[in-house]
């Protein structure tokens, strides 16, 4: 590749910043073309001009009226999912590819160690949520080794400190495109998904419970998929990590579970239970639903930048 791409981030709050130090540290592929944001004194675009990172605080439209505008070709936003739809508009008016990390799901579901090779050609790609991202691949590891998986329940807790006014806003979309990553990318045909906001001090480290009920599956199958799983996405979130082995629970016989409204199975409840530690690049390690959330995005940005290349030569 000839040079970096220039992208540009729309959203100044806890991950648009975490993704802005996370891309001028460690990527080789991307370069800050601008940062964007509305609240003029924020700490995001503040630390952004004192980067030498162009920036506005007009948002999306004031980004349109940059002179970086033209030579910028990937649009990450880090902003709330009602605001997606009108950034995606422009977007898409003028060529830009977009990374949404925003519960919007415009466009596809994107998880890397899942479909990422799907998608890459497409316009807009949806990053679902920092707890889709974290347990979503869980689900999906159990899946691929089972006949089904009738129903999964995602619980993600995260410190309230490292939660901006985006999540706390996005609170019920993230719930509902979590749930439904769980059953689109992770496999299960009913999901569930609770976020909770721990406001615990000192701040706590982001916490993941899956819960994933496996017909035909064994144990030892299900416990190397999921260890495997675990290892493929460390590779970018190096965090991410299981704390403590595979639970499993086997129901059979007179000893069936029964899910409200679905029915009886028999089969495997299989709980995982996981920890994700941030690299502090922005926020500290406790906020390792930042660092996932990026860090996929980041992924997922960088691999569509080469796929592009690659097509073109």
């Not at 009108?86 to 799901?105: F, I, Q, S, W």
């Not at 990590?241 to 639970?247: A, F, G, M, T």
């Not at 579970?257 to 299989?270: D, H, N, R, S, T």
Request: charged share 25%; hydrophobic share 40%.
């Amino acid at each position: 590749m000839a040079g970096k791409v220039k992208c540009a981030i729309v959203g100044s709050g806890n991950i648009g910043t975490d993704l802005m130090i996370k891309i001028m540290r460690t990527s080789d592929v991307l370069e800050i073309g601008a940062m964007v944001g509305i609240d003029p004194d924020s700490d995001g675009l503040e630390r952004a001009r004192k980067l030498g990172v162009a920036a506005t605080h007009e948002g999306m439209d004031g980004l349109v009226r940059m002179p970086v505008w033209k030579d910028i070709e990937v649009v990450f936003d880090a902003t709330s999912a009602k605001a997606h739809e009108y950034h995606n508009e422009l977007c898409k008016r003028d060529g830009k590819r977009m990374v949404d990390l925003t519960p919007a799901a415009i466009g596809p579901y994107c998880i890397p160690v899942v479909n990422a090779e799907e998608h890459l050609d497409k316009q807009n790609v949806n990053m679902v949520t920092c707890g889709g991202q974290a347990t979503i691949p869980i689900v999906h590891a159990v899946r691929r080794v089972s006949q089904s998986v009738p129903y999964a329940e995602i619980v993600a807790s995260v410190a309230s400190k490292s939660a901006g006014p985006g999540t706390r806003a996005n609170i019920d979309e993230f719930t509902e495109t979590t749930a439904k990553g769980v059953e689109v990318l992770g496999g299960a045909e009913h999901g569930k998904a609770i976020i909770i906001l721990n406001p615990a001090e000192p701040p706590l480290i982001m916490r993941d419970t899956v819960y994933a009920f496996s017909v035909g599956g064994e144990e030892e199958e299900i416990e190397k998929s999921v260890e495997d799983m675990v290892a493929a996405v460390q590779q970018y979130v190096p965090g991410y990590r299981l704390k403590q082995k595979v639970q499993f629970e086997r129901f059979g016989g007179n000893h069936k579970l029964k899910i409200p409204e679905l029915g009886e199975y028999e089969g495997v409840k299989v709980t995982v239970f996981l920890e994700v530690e941030g690299a502090a690049h922005y926020l500290p390690a406790y906020a390792g639903n930042l660092d996932i959330m990026t860090s996929a995005g980041l992924t997922i940005g960088e691999r569509m930048v080469k796929h592009l290349t690659e097509a073109v030569a």
